[in-house]
């Protein structure tokens, strides 16, 4: 059994208080060695992600060629520089997410989101296997209307597919970054950031999920994302 509280969105004056120090990480990515704070290069763009504990989900976009940096954090709710504890209890609004800064000219949001919908359900709402809650949440945020635009588009192909396949409807939460909860990005705690590199046998619930995204057939092939192996 599992309290139907932690699957309910709370609203910003529910919100636990947080603080104003944020939490101290490595500037440095443990695997790619660059930078996982801002200024990042000119012409690289972000987008955050969340698809389940971001241990894993951090670990697919490392993998892929054209991603300069990723970064584990909360995001689409309203707690100051939230802890991992705290965003636990479903008191923040945020959900588990994941930094993508990439070179668009190398990767494009397209390529990204055929990781994102193929590594995880996305049709199970504020929860992923048995980690359940608010803070489990499918979600894309965006930091450019015409990221949003790809991902709108990325979301009805891949909905086609699901529904060709006979599987439920896309949950997932796509907004502009400005408008998810208070609009802001925190770090996680430092030992969240590469973690599946420092801890290889760390738990990890991702993998091919449902059917695949397929770049060329608009979401009704069976094709799948290949990644290097972990």
């Known amino acids: 059994m599992f309290s139907r509280e932690k699957t309910r969105m709370i609203t910003p004056d529910e919100a636990l208080p947080g603080r104003d120090t944020p939490l101290q990480v490595n500037p440095e990515h443990v695997v790619l060695g660059t930078p996982i704070v801002p200024p990042f290069p000119d012409g690289t763009e972000q987008i955050v992600v969340a698809m389940g504990c ?15 940096t990723t970064a584990a954090g909360y995001m689409g709710g309203w707690t100051k520089h939230p802890t991992y504890e705290e965003t636990c209890t479903a008191r923040t609004g945020h959900t588990e997410s994941v930094l ?57 192909r891949y909905q086609a597919a699901l529904t060709a396949a006979g599987y439920g409807e896309i949950t997932t939460q796509i907004a502009l970054a400005d408008e998810a909860g ?28 449902q059917v695949g995204y397929d770049l060329e057939a608009h979401g009704q092939g069976t094709a799948r994302a290949i990644l290097p192996d972990a």
């Open 54 to 68: 971001f241990w894993g989900a951090e670990r697919i976009f490392w993998q892929l060629s054209g991603v300069y």
């Open 100 to 156: 993508v800064v990439y070179d668009p000219a190398q990767i494009t949001v397209d390529q990204l989101m055929k990781a994102f919908w193929e590594n995880h359900d996305p049709t199970t709402a504020n929860r992923q296997g048995n980690d359940i809650g608010t803070q489990y949440r499918s979600a894309v945020f965006t930091s450019t209307q015409e990221q949003l635009d790809a991902v709108l588009a990325s979301r009805d």
């Open 182 to 209: 208070d609009g802001v990005f925190y770090y996680a705690e430092d030992y969240h950031q590469g973690y599946l590199h420092k801890n290889p046998r760390g738990y990890c619930n991702h993998g091919f999920c």
